[in-house]
């Protein structure tokens, strides 16, 4: 194993993608003045991006070896077999650091645990059925979904309401619709996420773009446990994107997909939603923007059509670039360029303090 870990530390193209990764680290940090304050969020950064990238040759072989692998279809792009373990490792890293770095160990910390494990298992297991081409029902993965939404939403992390921005009222919504609201707001994210999931590194990147501007609004808004969840997930993603970029050597599978779902809504509920306005609600919206607008136009395209909402078919956006002729590469740039602009069409709003 020590042999294994020192082939992959000298290998040229690691190396360079290292290197890269600490480059856009400290690009970001330079861009915003954040200097040597922002030490421990580089560290943290590279922590959980090298637990990733480190655990991944060893999670794949052990994948390929017991048979949990992602068999190609009709209605994939892939031609061979590819392992399913992108979303273990993603999460083994960020549990890493999640363990060692968020303070204080309180319900919250507990709950945001306890509901990833809930979340990474029943994607697993999704996984897992697939790998026999045997499809997973939808009702128990929404019922442990739903599960862990509520969990989280009993330690405090709610959608408790808006401001005015007007008046600069606070408005405190109904505890019913508090409830409601957060679940639905949890479980979307965590579904348009794995919806999203279709095509080698998209998911991977729209993750690391919705989270990098996560990250700026919580530094903006001074909250830092919120933005030391992004930069662990920001970490765990780059560190996954290195072995699923195209052709993919990797899949992060549903309990992947799902899993970073579920964390970048709690970021969202825990950060950006915190005292905002009827207006800057938009900028968790806009950050994970191209997810949602195109899932919502699924979802209402399958209820007009009368297919299932959950049967997946080939109507997600980067199915139909790609009927139209471009190719993997262009589909996941073009896709990855709206999300930028969303993203900073919610850092405006950001600084516009509407």
């Known amino acids: 194993m020590v042999e294994g870990f020192y082939s992959i530390l000298i290998n040229q193209n690691n190396i360079f993608y290292v290197c890269y990764v600490y480059h856009y680290i400290n690009t970001i940090f330079d861009f915003f003045e954040l200097g040597r304050d922002m030490m421990k969020y580089t560290a943290s950064l590279l922590m959980v991006f090298l637990v990733v990238y480190l655990l991944m040759p060893f999670l794949k072989k052990y994948s390929i070896?017991?048979?949990?692998?992602?068999?190609?279809?009709?209605?994939?792009?892939?031609?061979?077999?590819?392992?399913?373990?992108?979303?273990?490792?993603?999460?083994?890293?960020?549990?890493?650091?999640?363990?060692?770095?968020?303070?204080?160990?309180?319900?919250?910390?507990?709950?945001?645990?306890?509901?990833?494990?809930?979340?990474?298992?029943?994607?697993?297991?999704?996984?897992?059925?697939?790998?026999?081409?045997?499809?997973?029902?939808?009702w128990p993965r929404l019922l442990v979904q739903t599960a862990a939404a509520v969990i989280v939403y009993s330690s405090g992390i709610v959608f408790y309401g808006f401001t005015n921005p007007f008046s600069e009222q606070y408005i405190v919504l109904p505890v019913f619709l508090q409830f409601i609201l957060t679940i639905l707001w949890l479980v979307g994210v965590t579904t348009v996420i794995n919806w999203s999931d279709g095509m080698d590194g998209l998911a991977g990147s729209l993750t690391a773009i919705a989270g990098s501007t996560l990250f700026v609004v919580a530094l903006a808004k001074g909250q830092d446990d919120s933005a030391l969840l992004c930069v662990l997930v920001i970490g765990a993603v780059l560190g996954f994107l290195r072995?699923?970029?195209?052709?993919?050597?990797?899949?992060?599978?549903?309990?992947?997909?799902?899993f970073l779902g579920f964390?970048?809504?709690?970021?969202?509920?825990?950060?950006?939603?915190?005292?905002?306005?009827?207006?800057s609600i938009l900028i968790p919206i806009l950050a994970l923007g191209v997810p949602i607008f195109d899932n919502i136009f699924v979802v209402i395209r399958r209820f007009i059509n009368g297919q299932p909402i959950y049967k997946a078919d080939a109507g997600q956006i980067h199915h139909r670039l790609l009927s139209y002729g471009y190719n993997q590469k262009q589909v996941v740039a073009f896709l990855c360029l709206i999300s930028l602009c969303l993203s900073l069409m919610s850092i405006i709003i950001l600084l516009l303090k509407v």
């Not at 650091?97 to 919250?108: H, K, S, T």
């Not at 072995?243 to 799902?258: I, K, L």
């Not at 970048?264 to 207006?279: E, R, S």
Request: with cysteine; aromatic share 14%; charged share 20%.
């Open 65 to 138: 070896k017991v048979g949990f692998v992602d068999k190609p279809t009709e209605r994939k792009n892939h031609k061979e077999p590819i392992p399913l373990v992108g979303g273990t490792a993603i999460f083994l890293g960020f549990l890493c650091g999640y363990v060692f770095l968020i303070r204080p160990i309180d319900r919250a910390f507990v709950s945001i645990l306890i509901g990833s494990f809930l979340i990474l298992i029943i994607g697993l297991v999704d996984d897992w059925y697939k790998a026999r081409g045997v499809e997973f029902p939808v």
């Open 243 to 258: 072995y699923n970029r195209h052709p993919a050597q990797v899949f992060m599978g549903d309990s992947g997909a799902n």
């Open 263 to 279: 964390i970048l809504g709690i970021i969202a509920l825990d950060g950006a939603f915190k005292q905002a306005t009827f207006v």
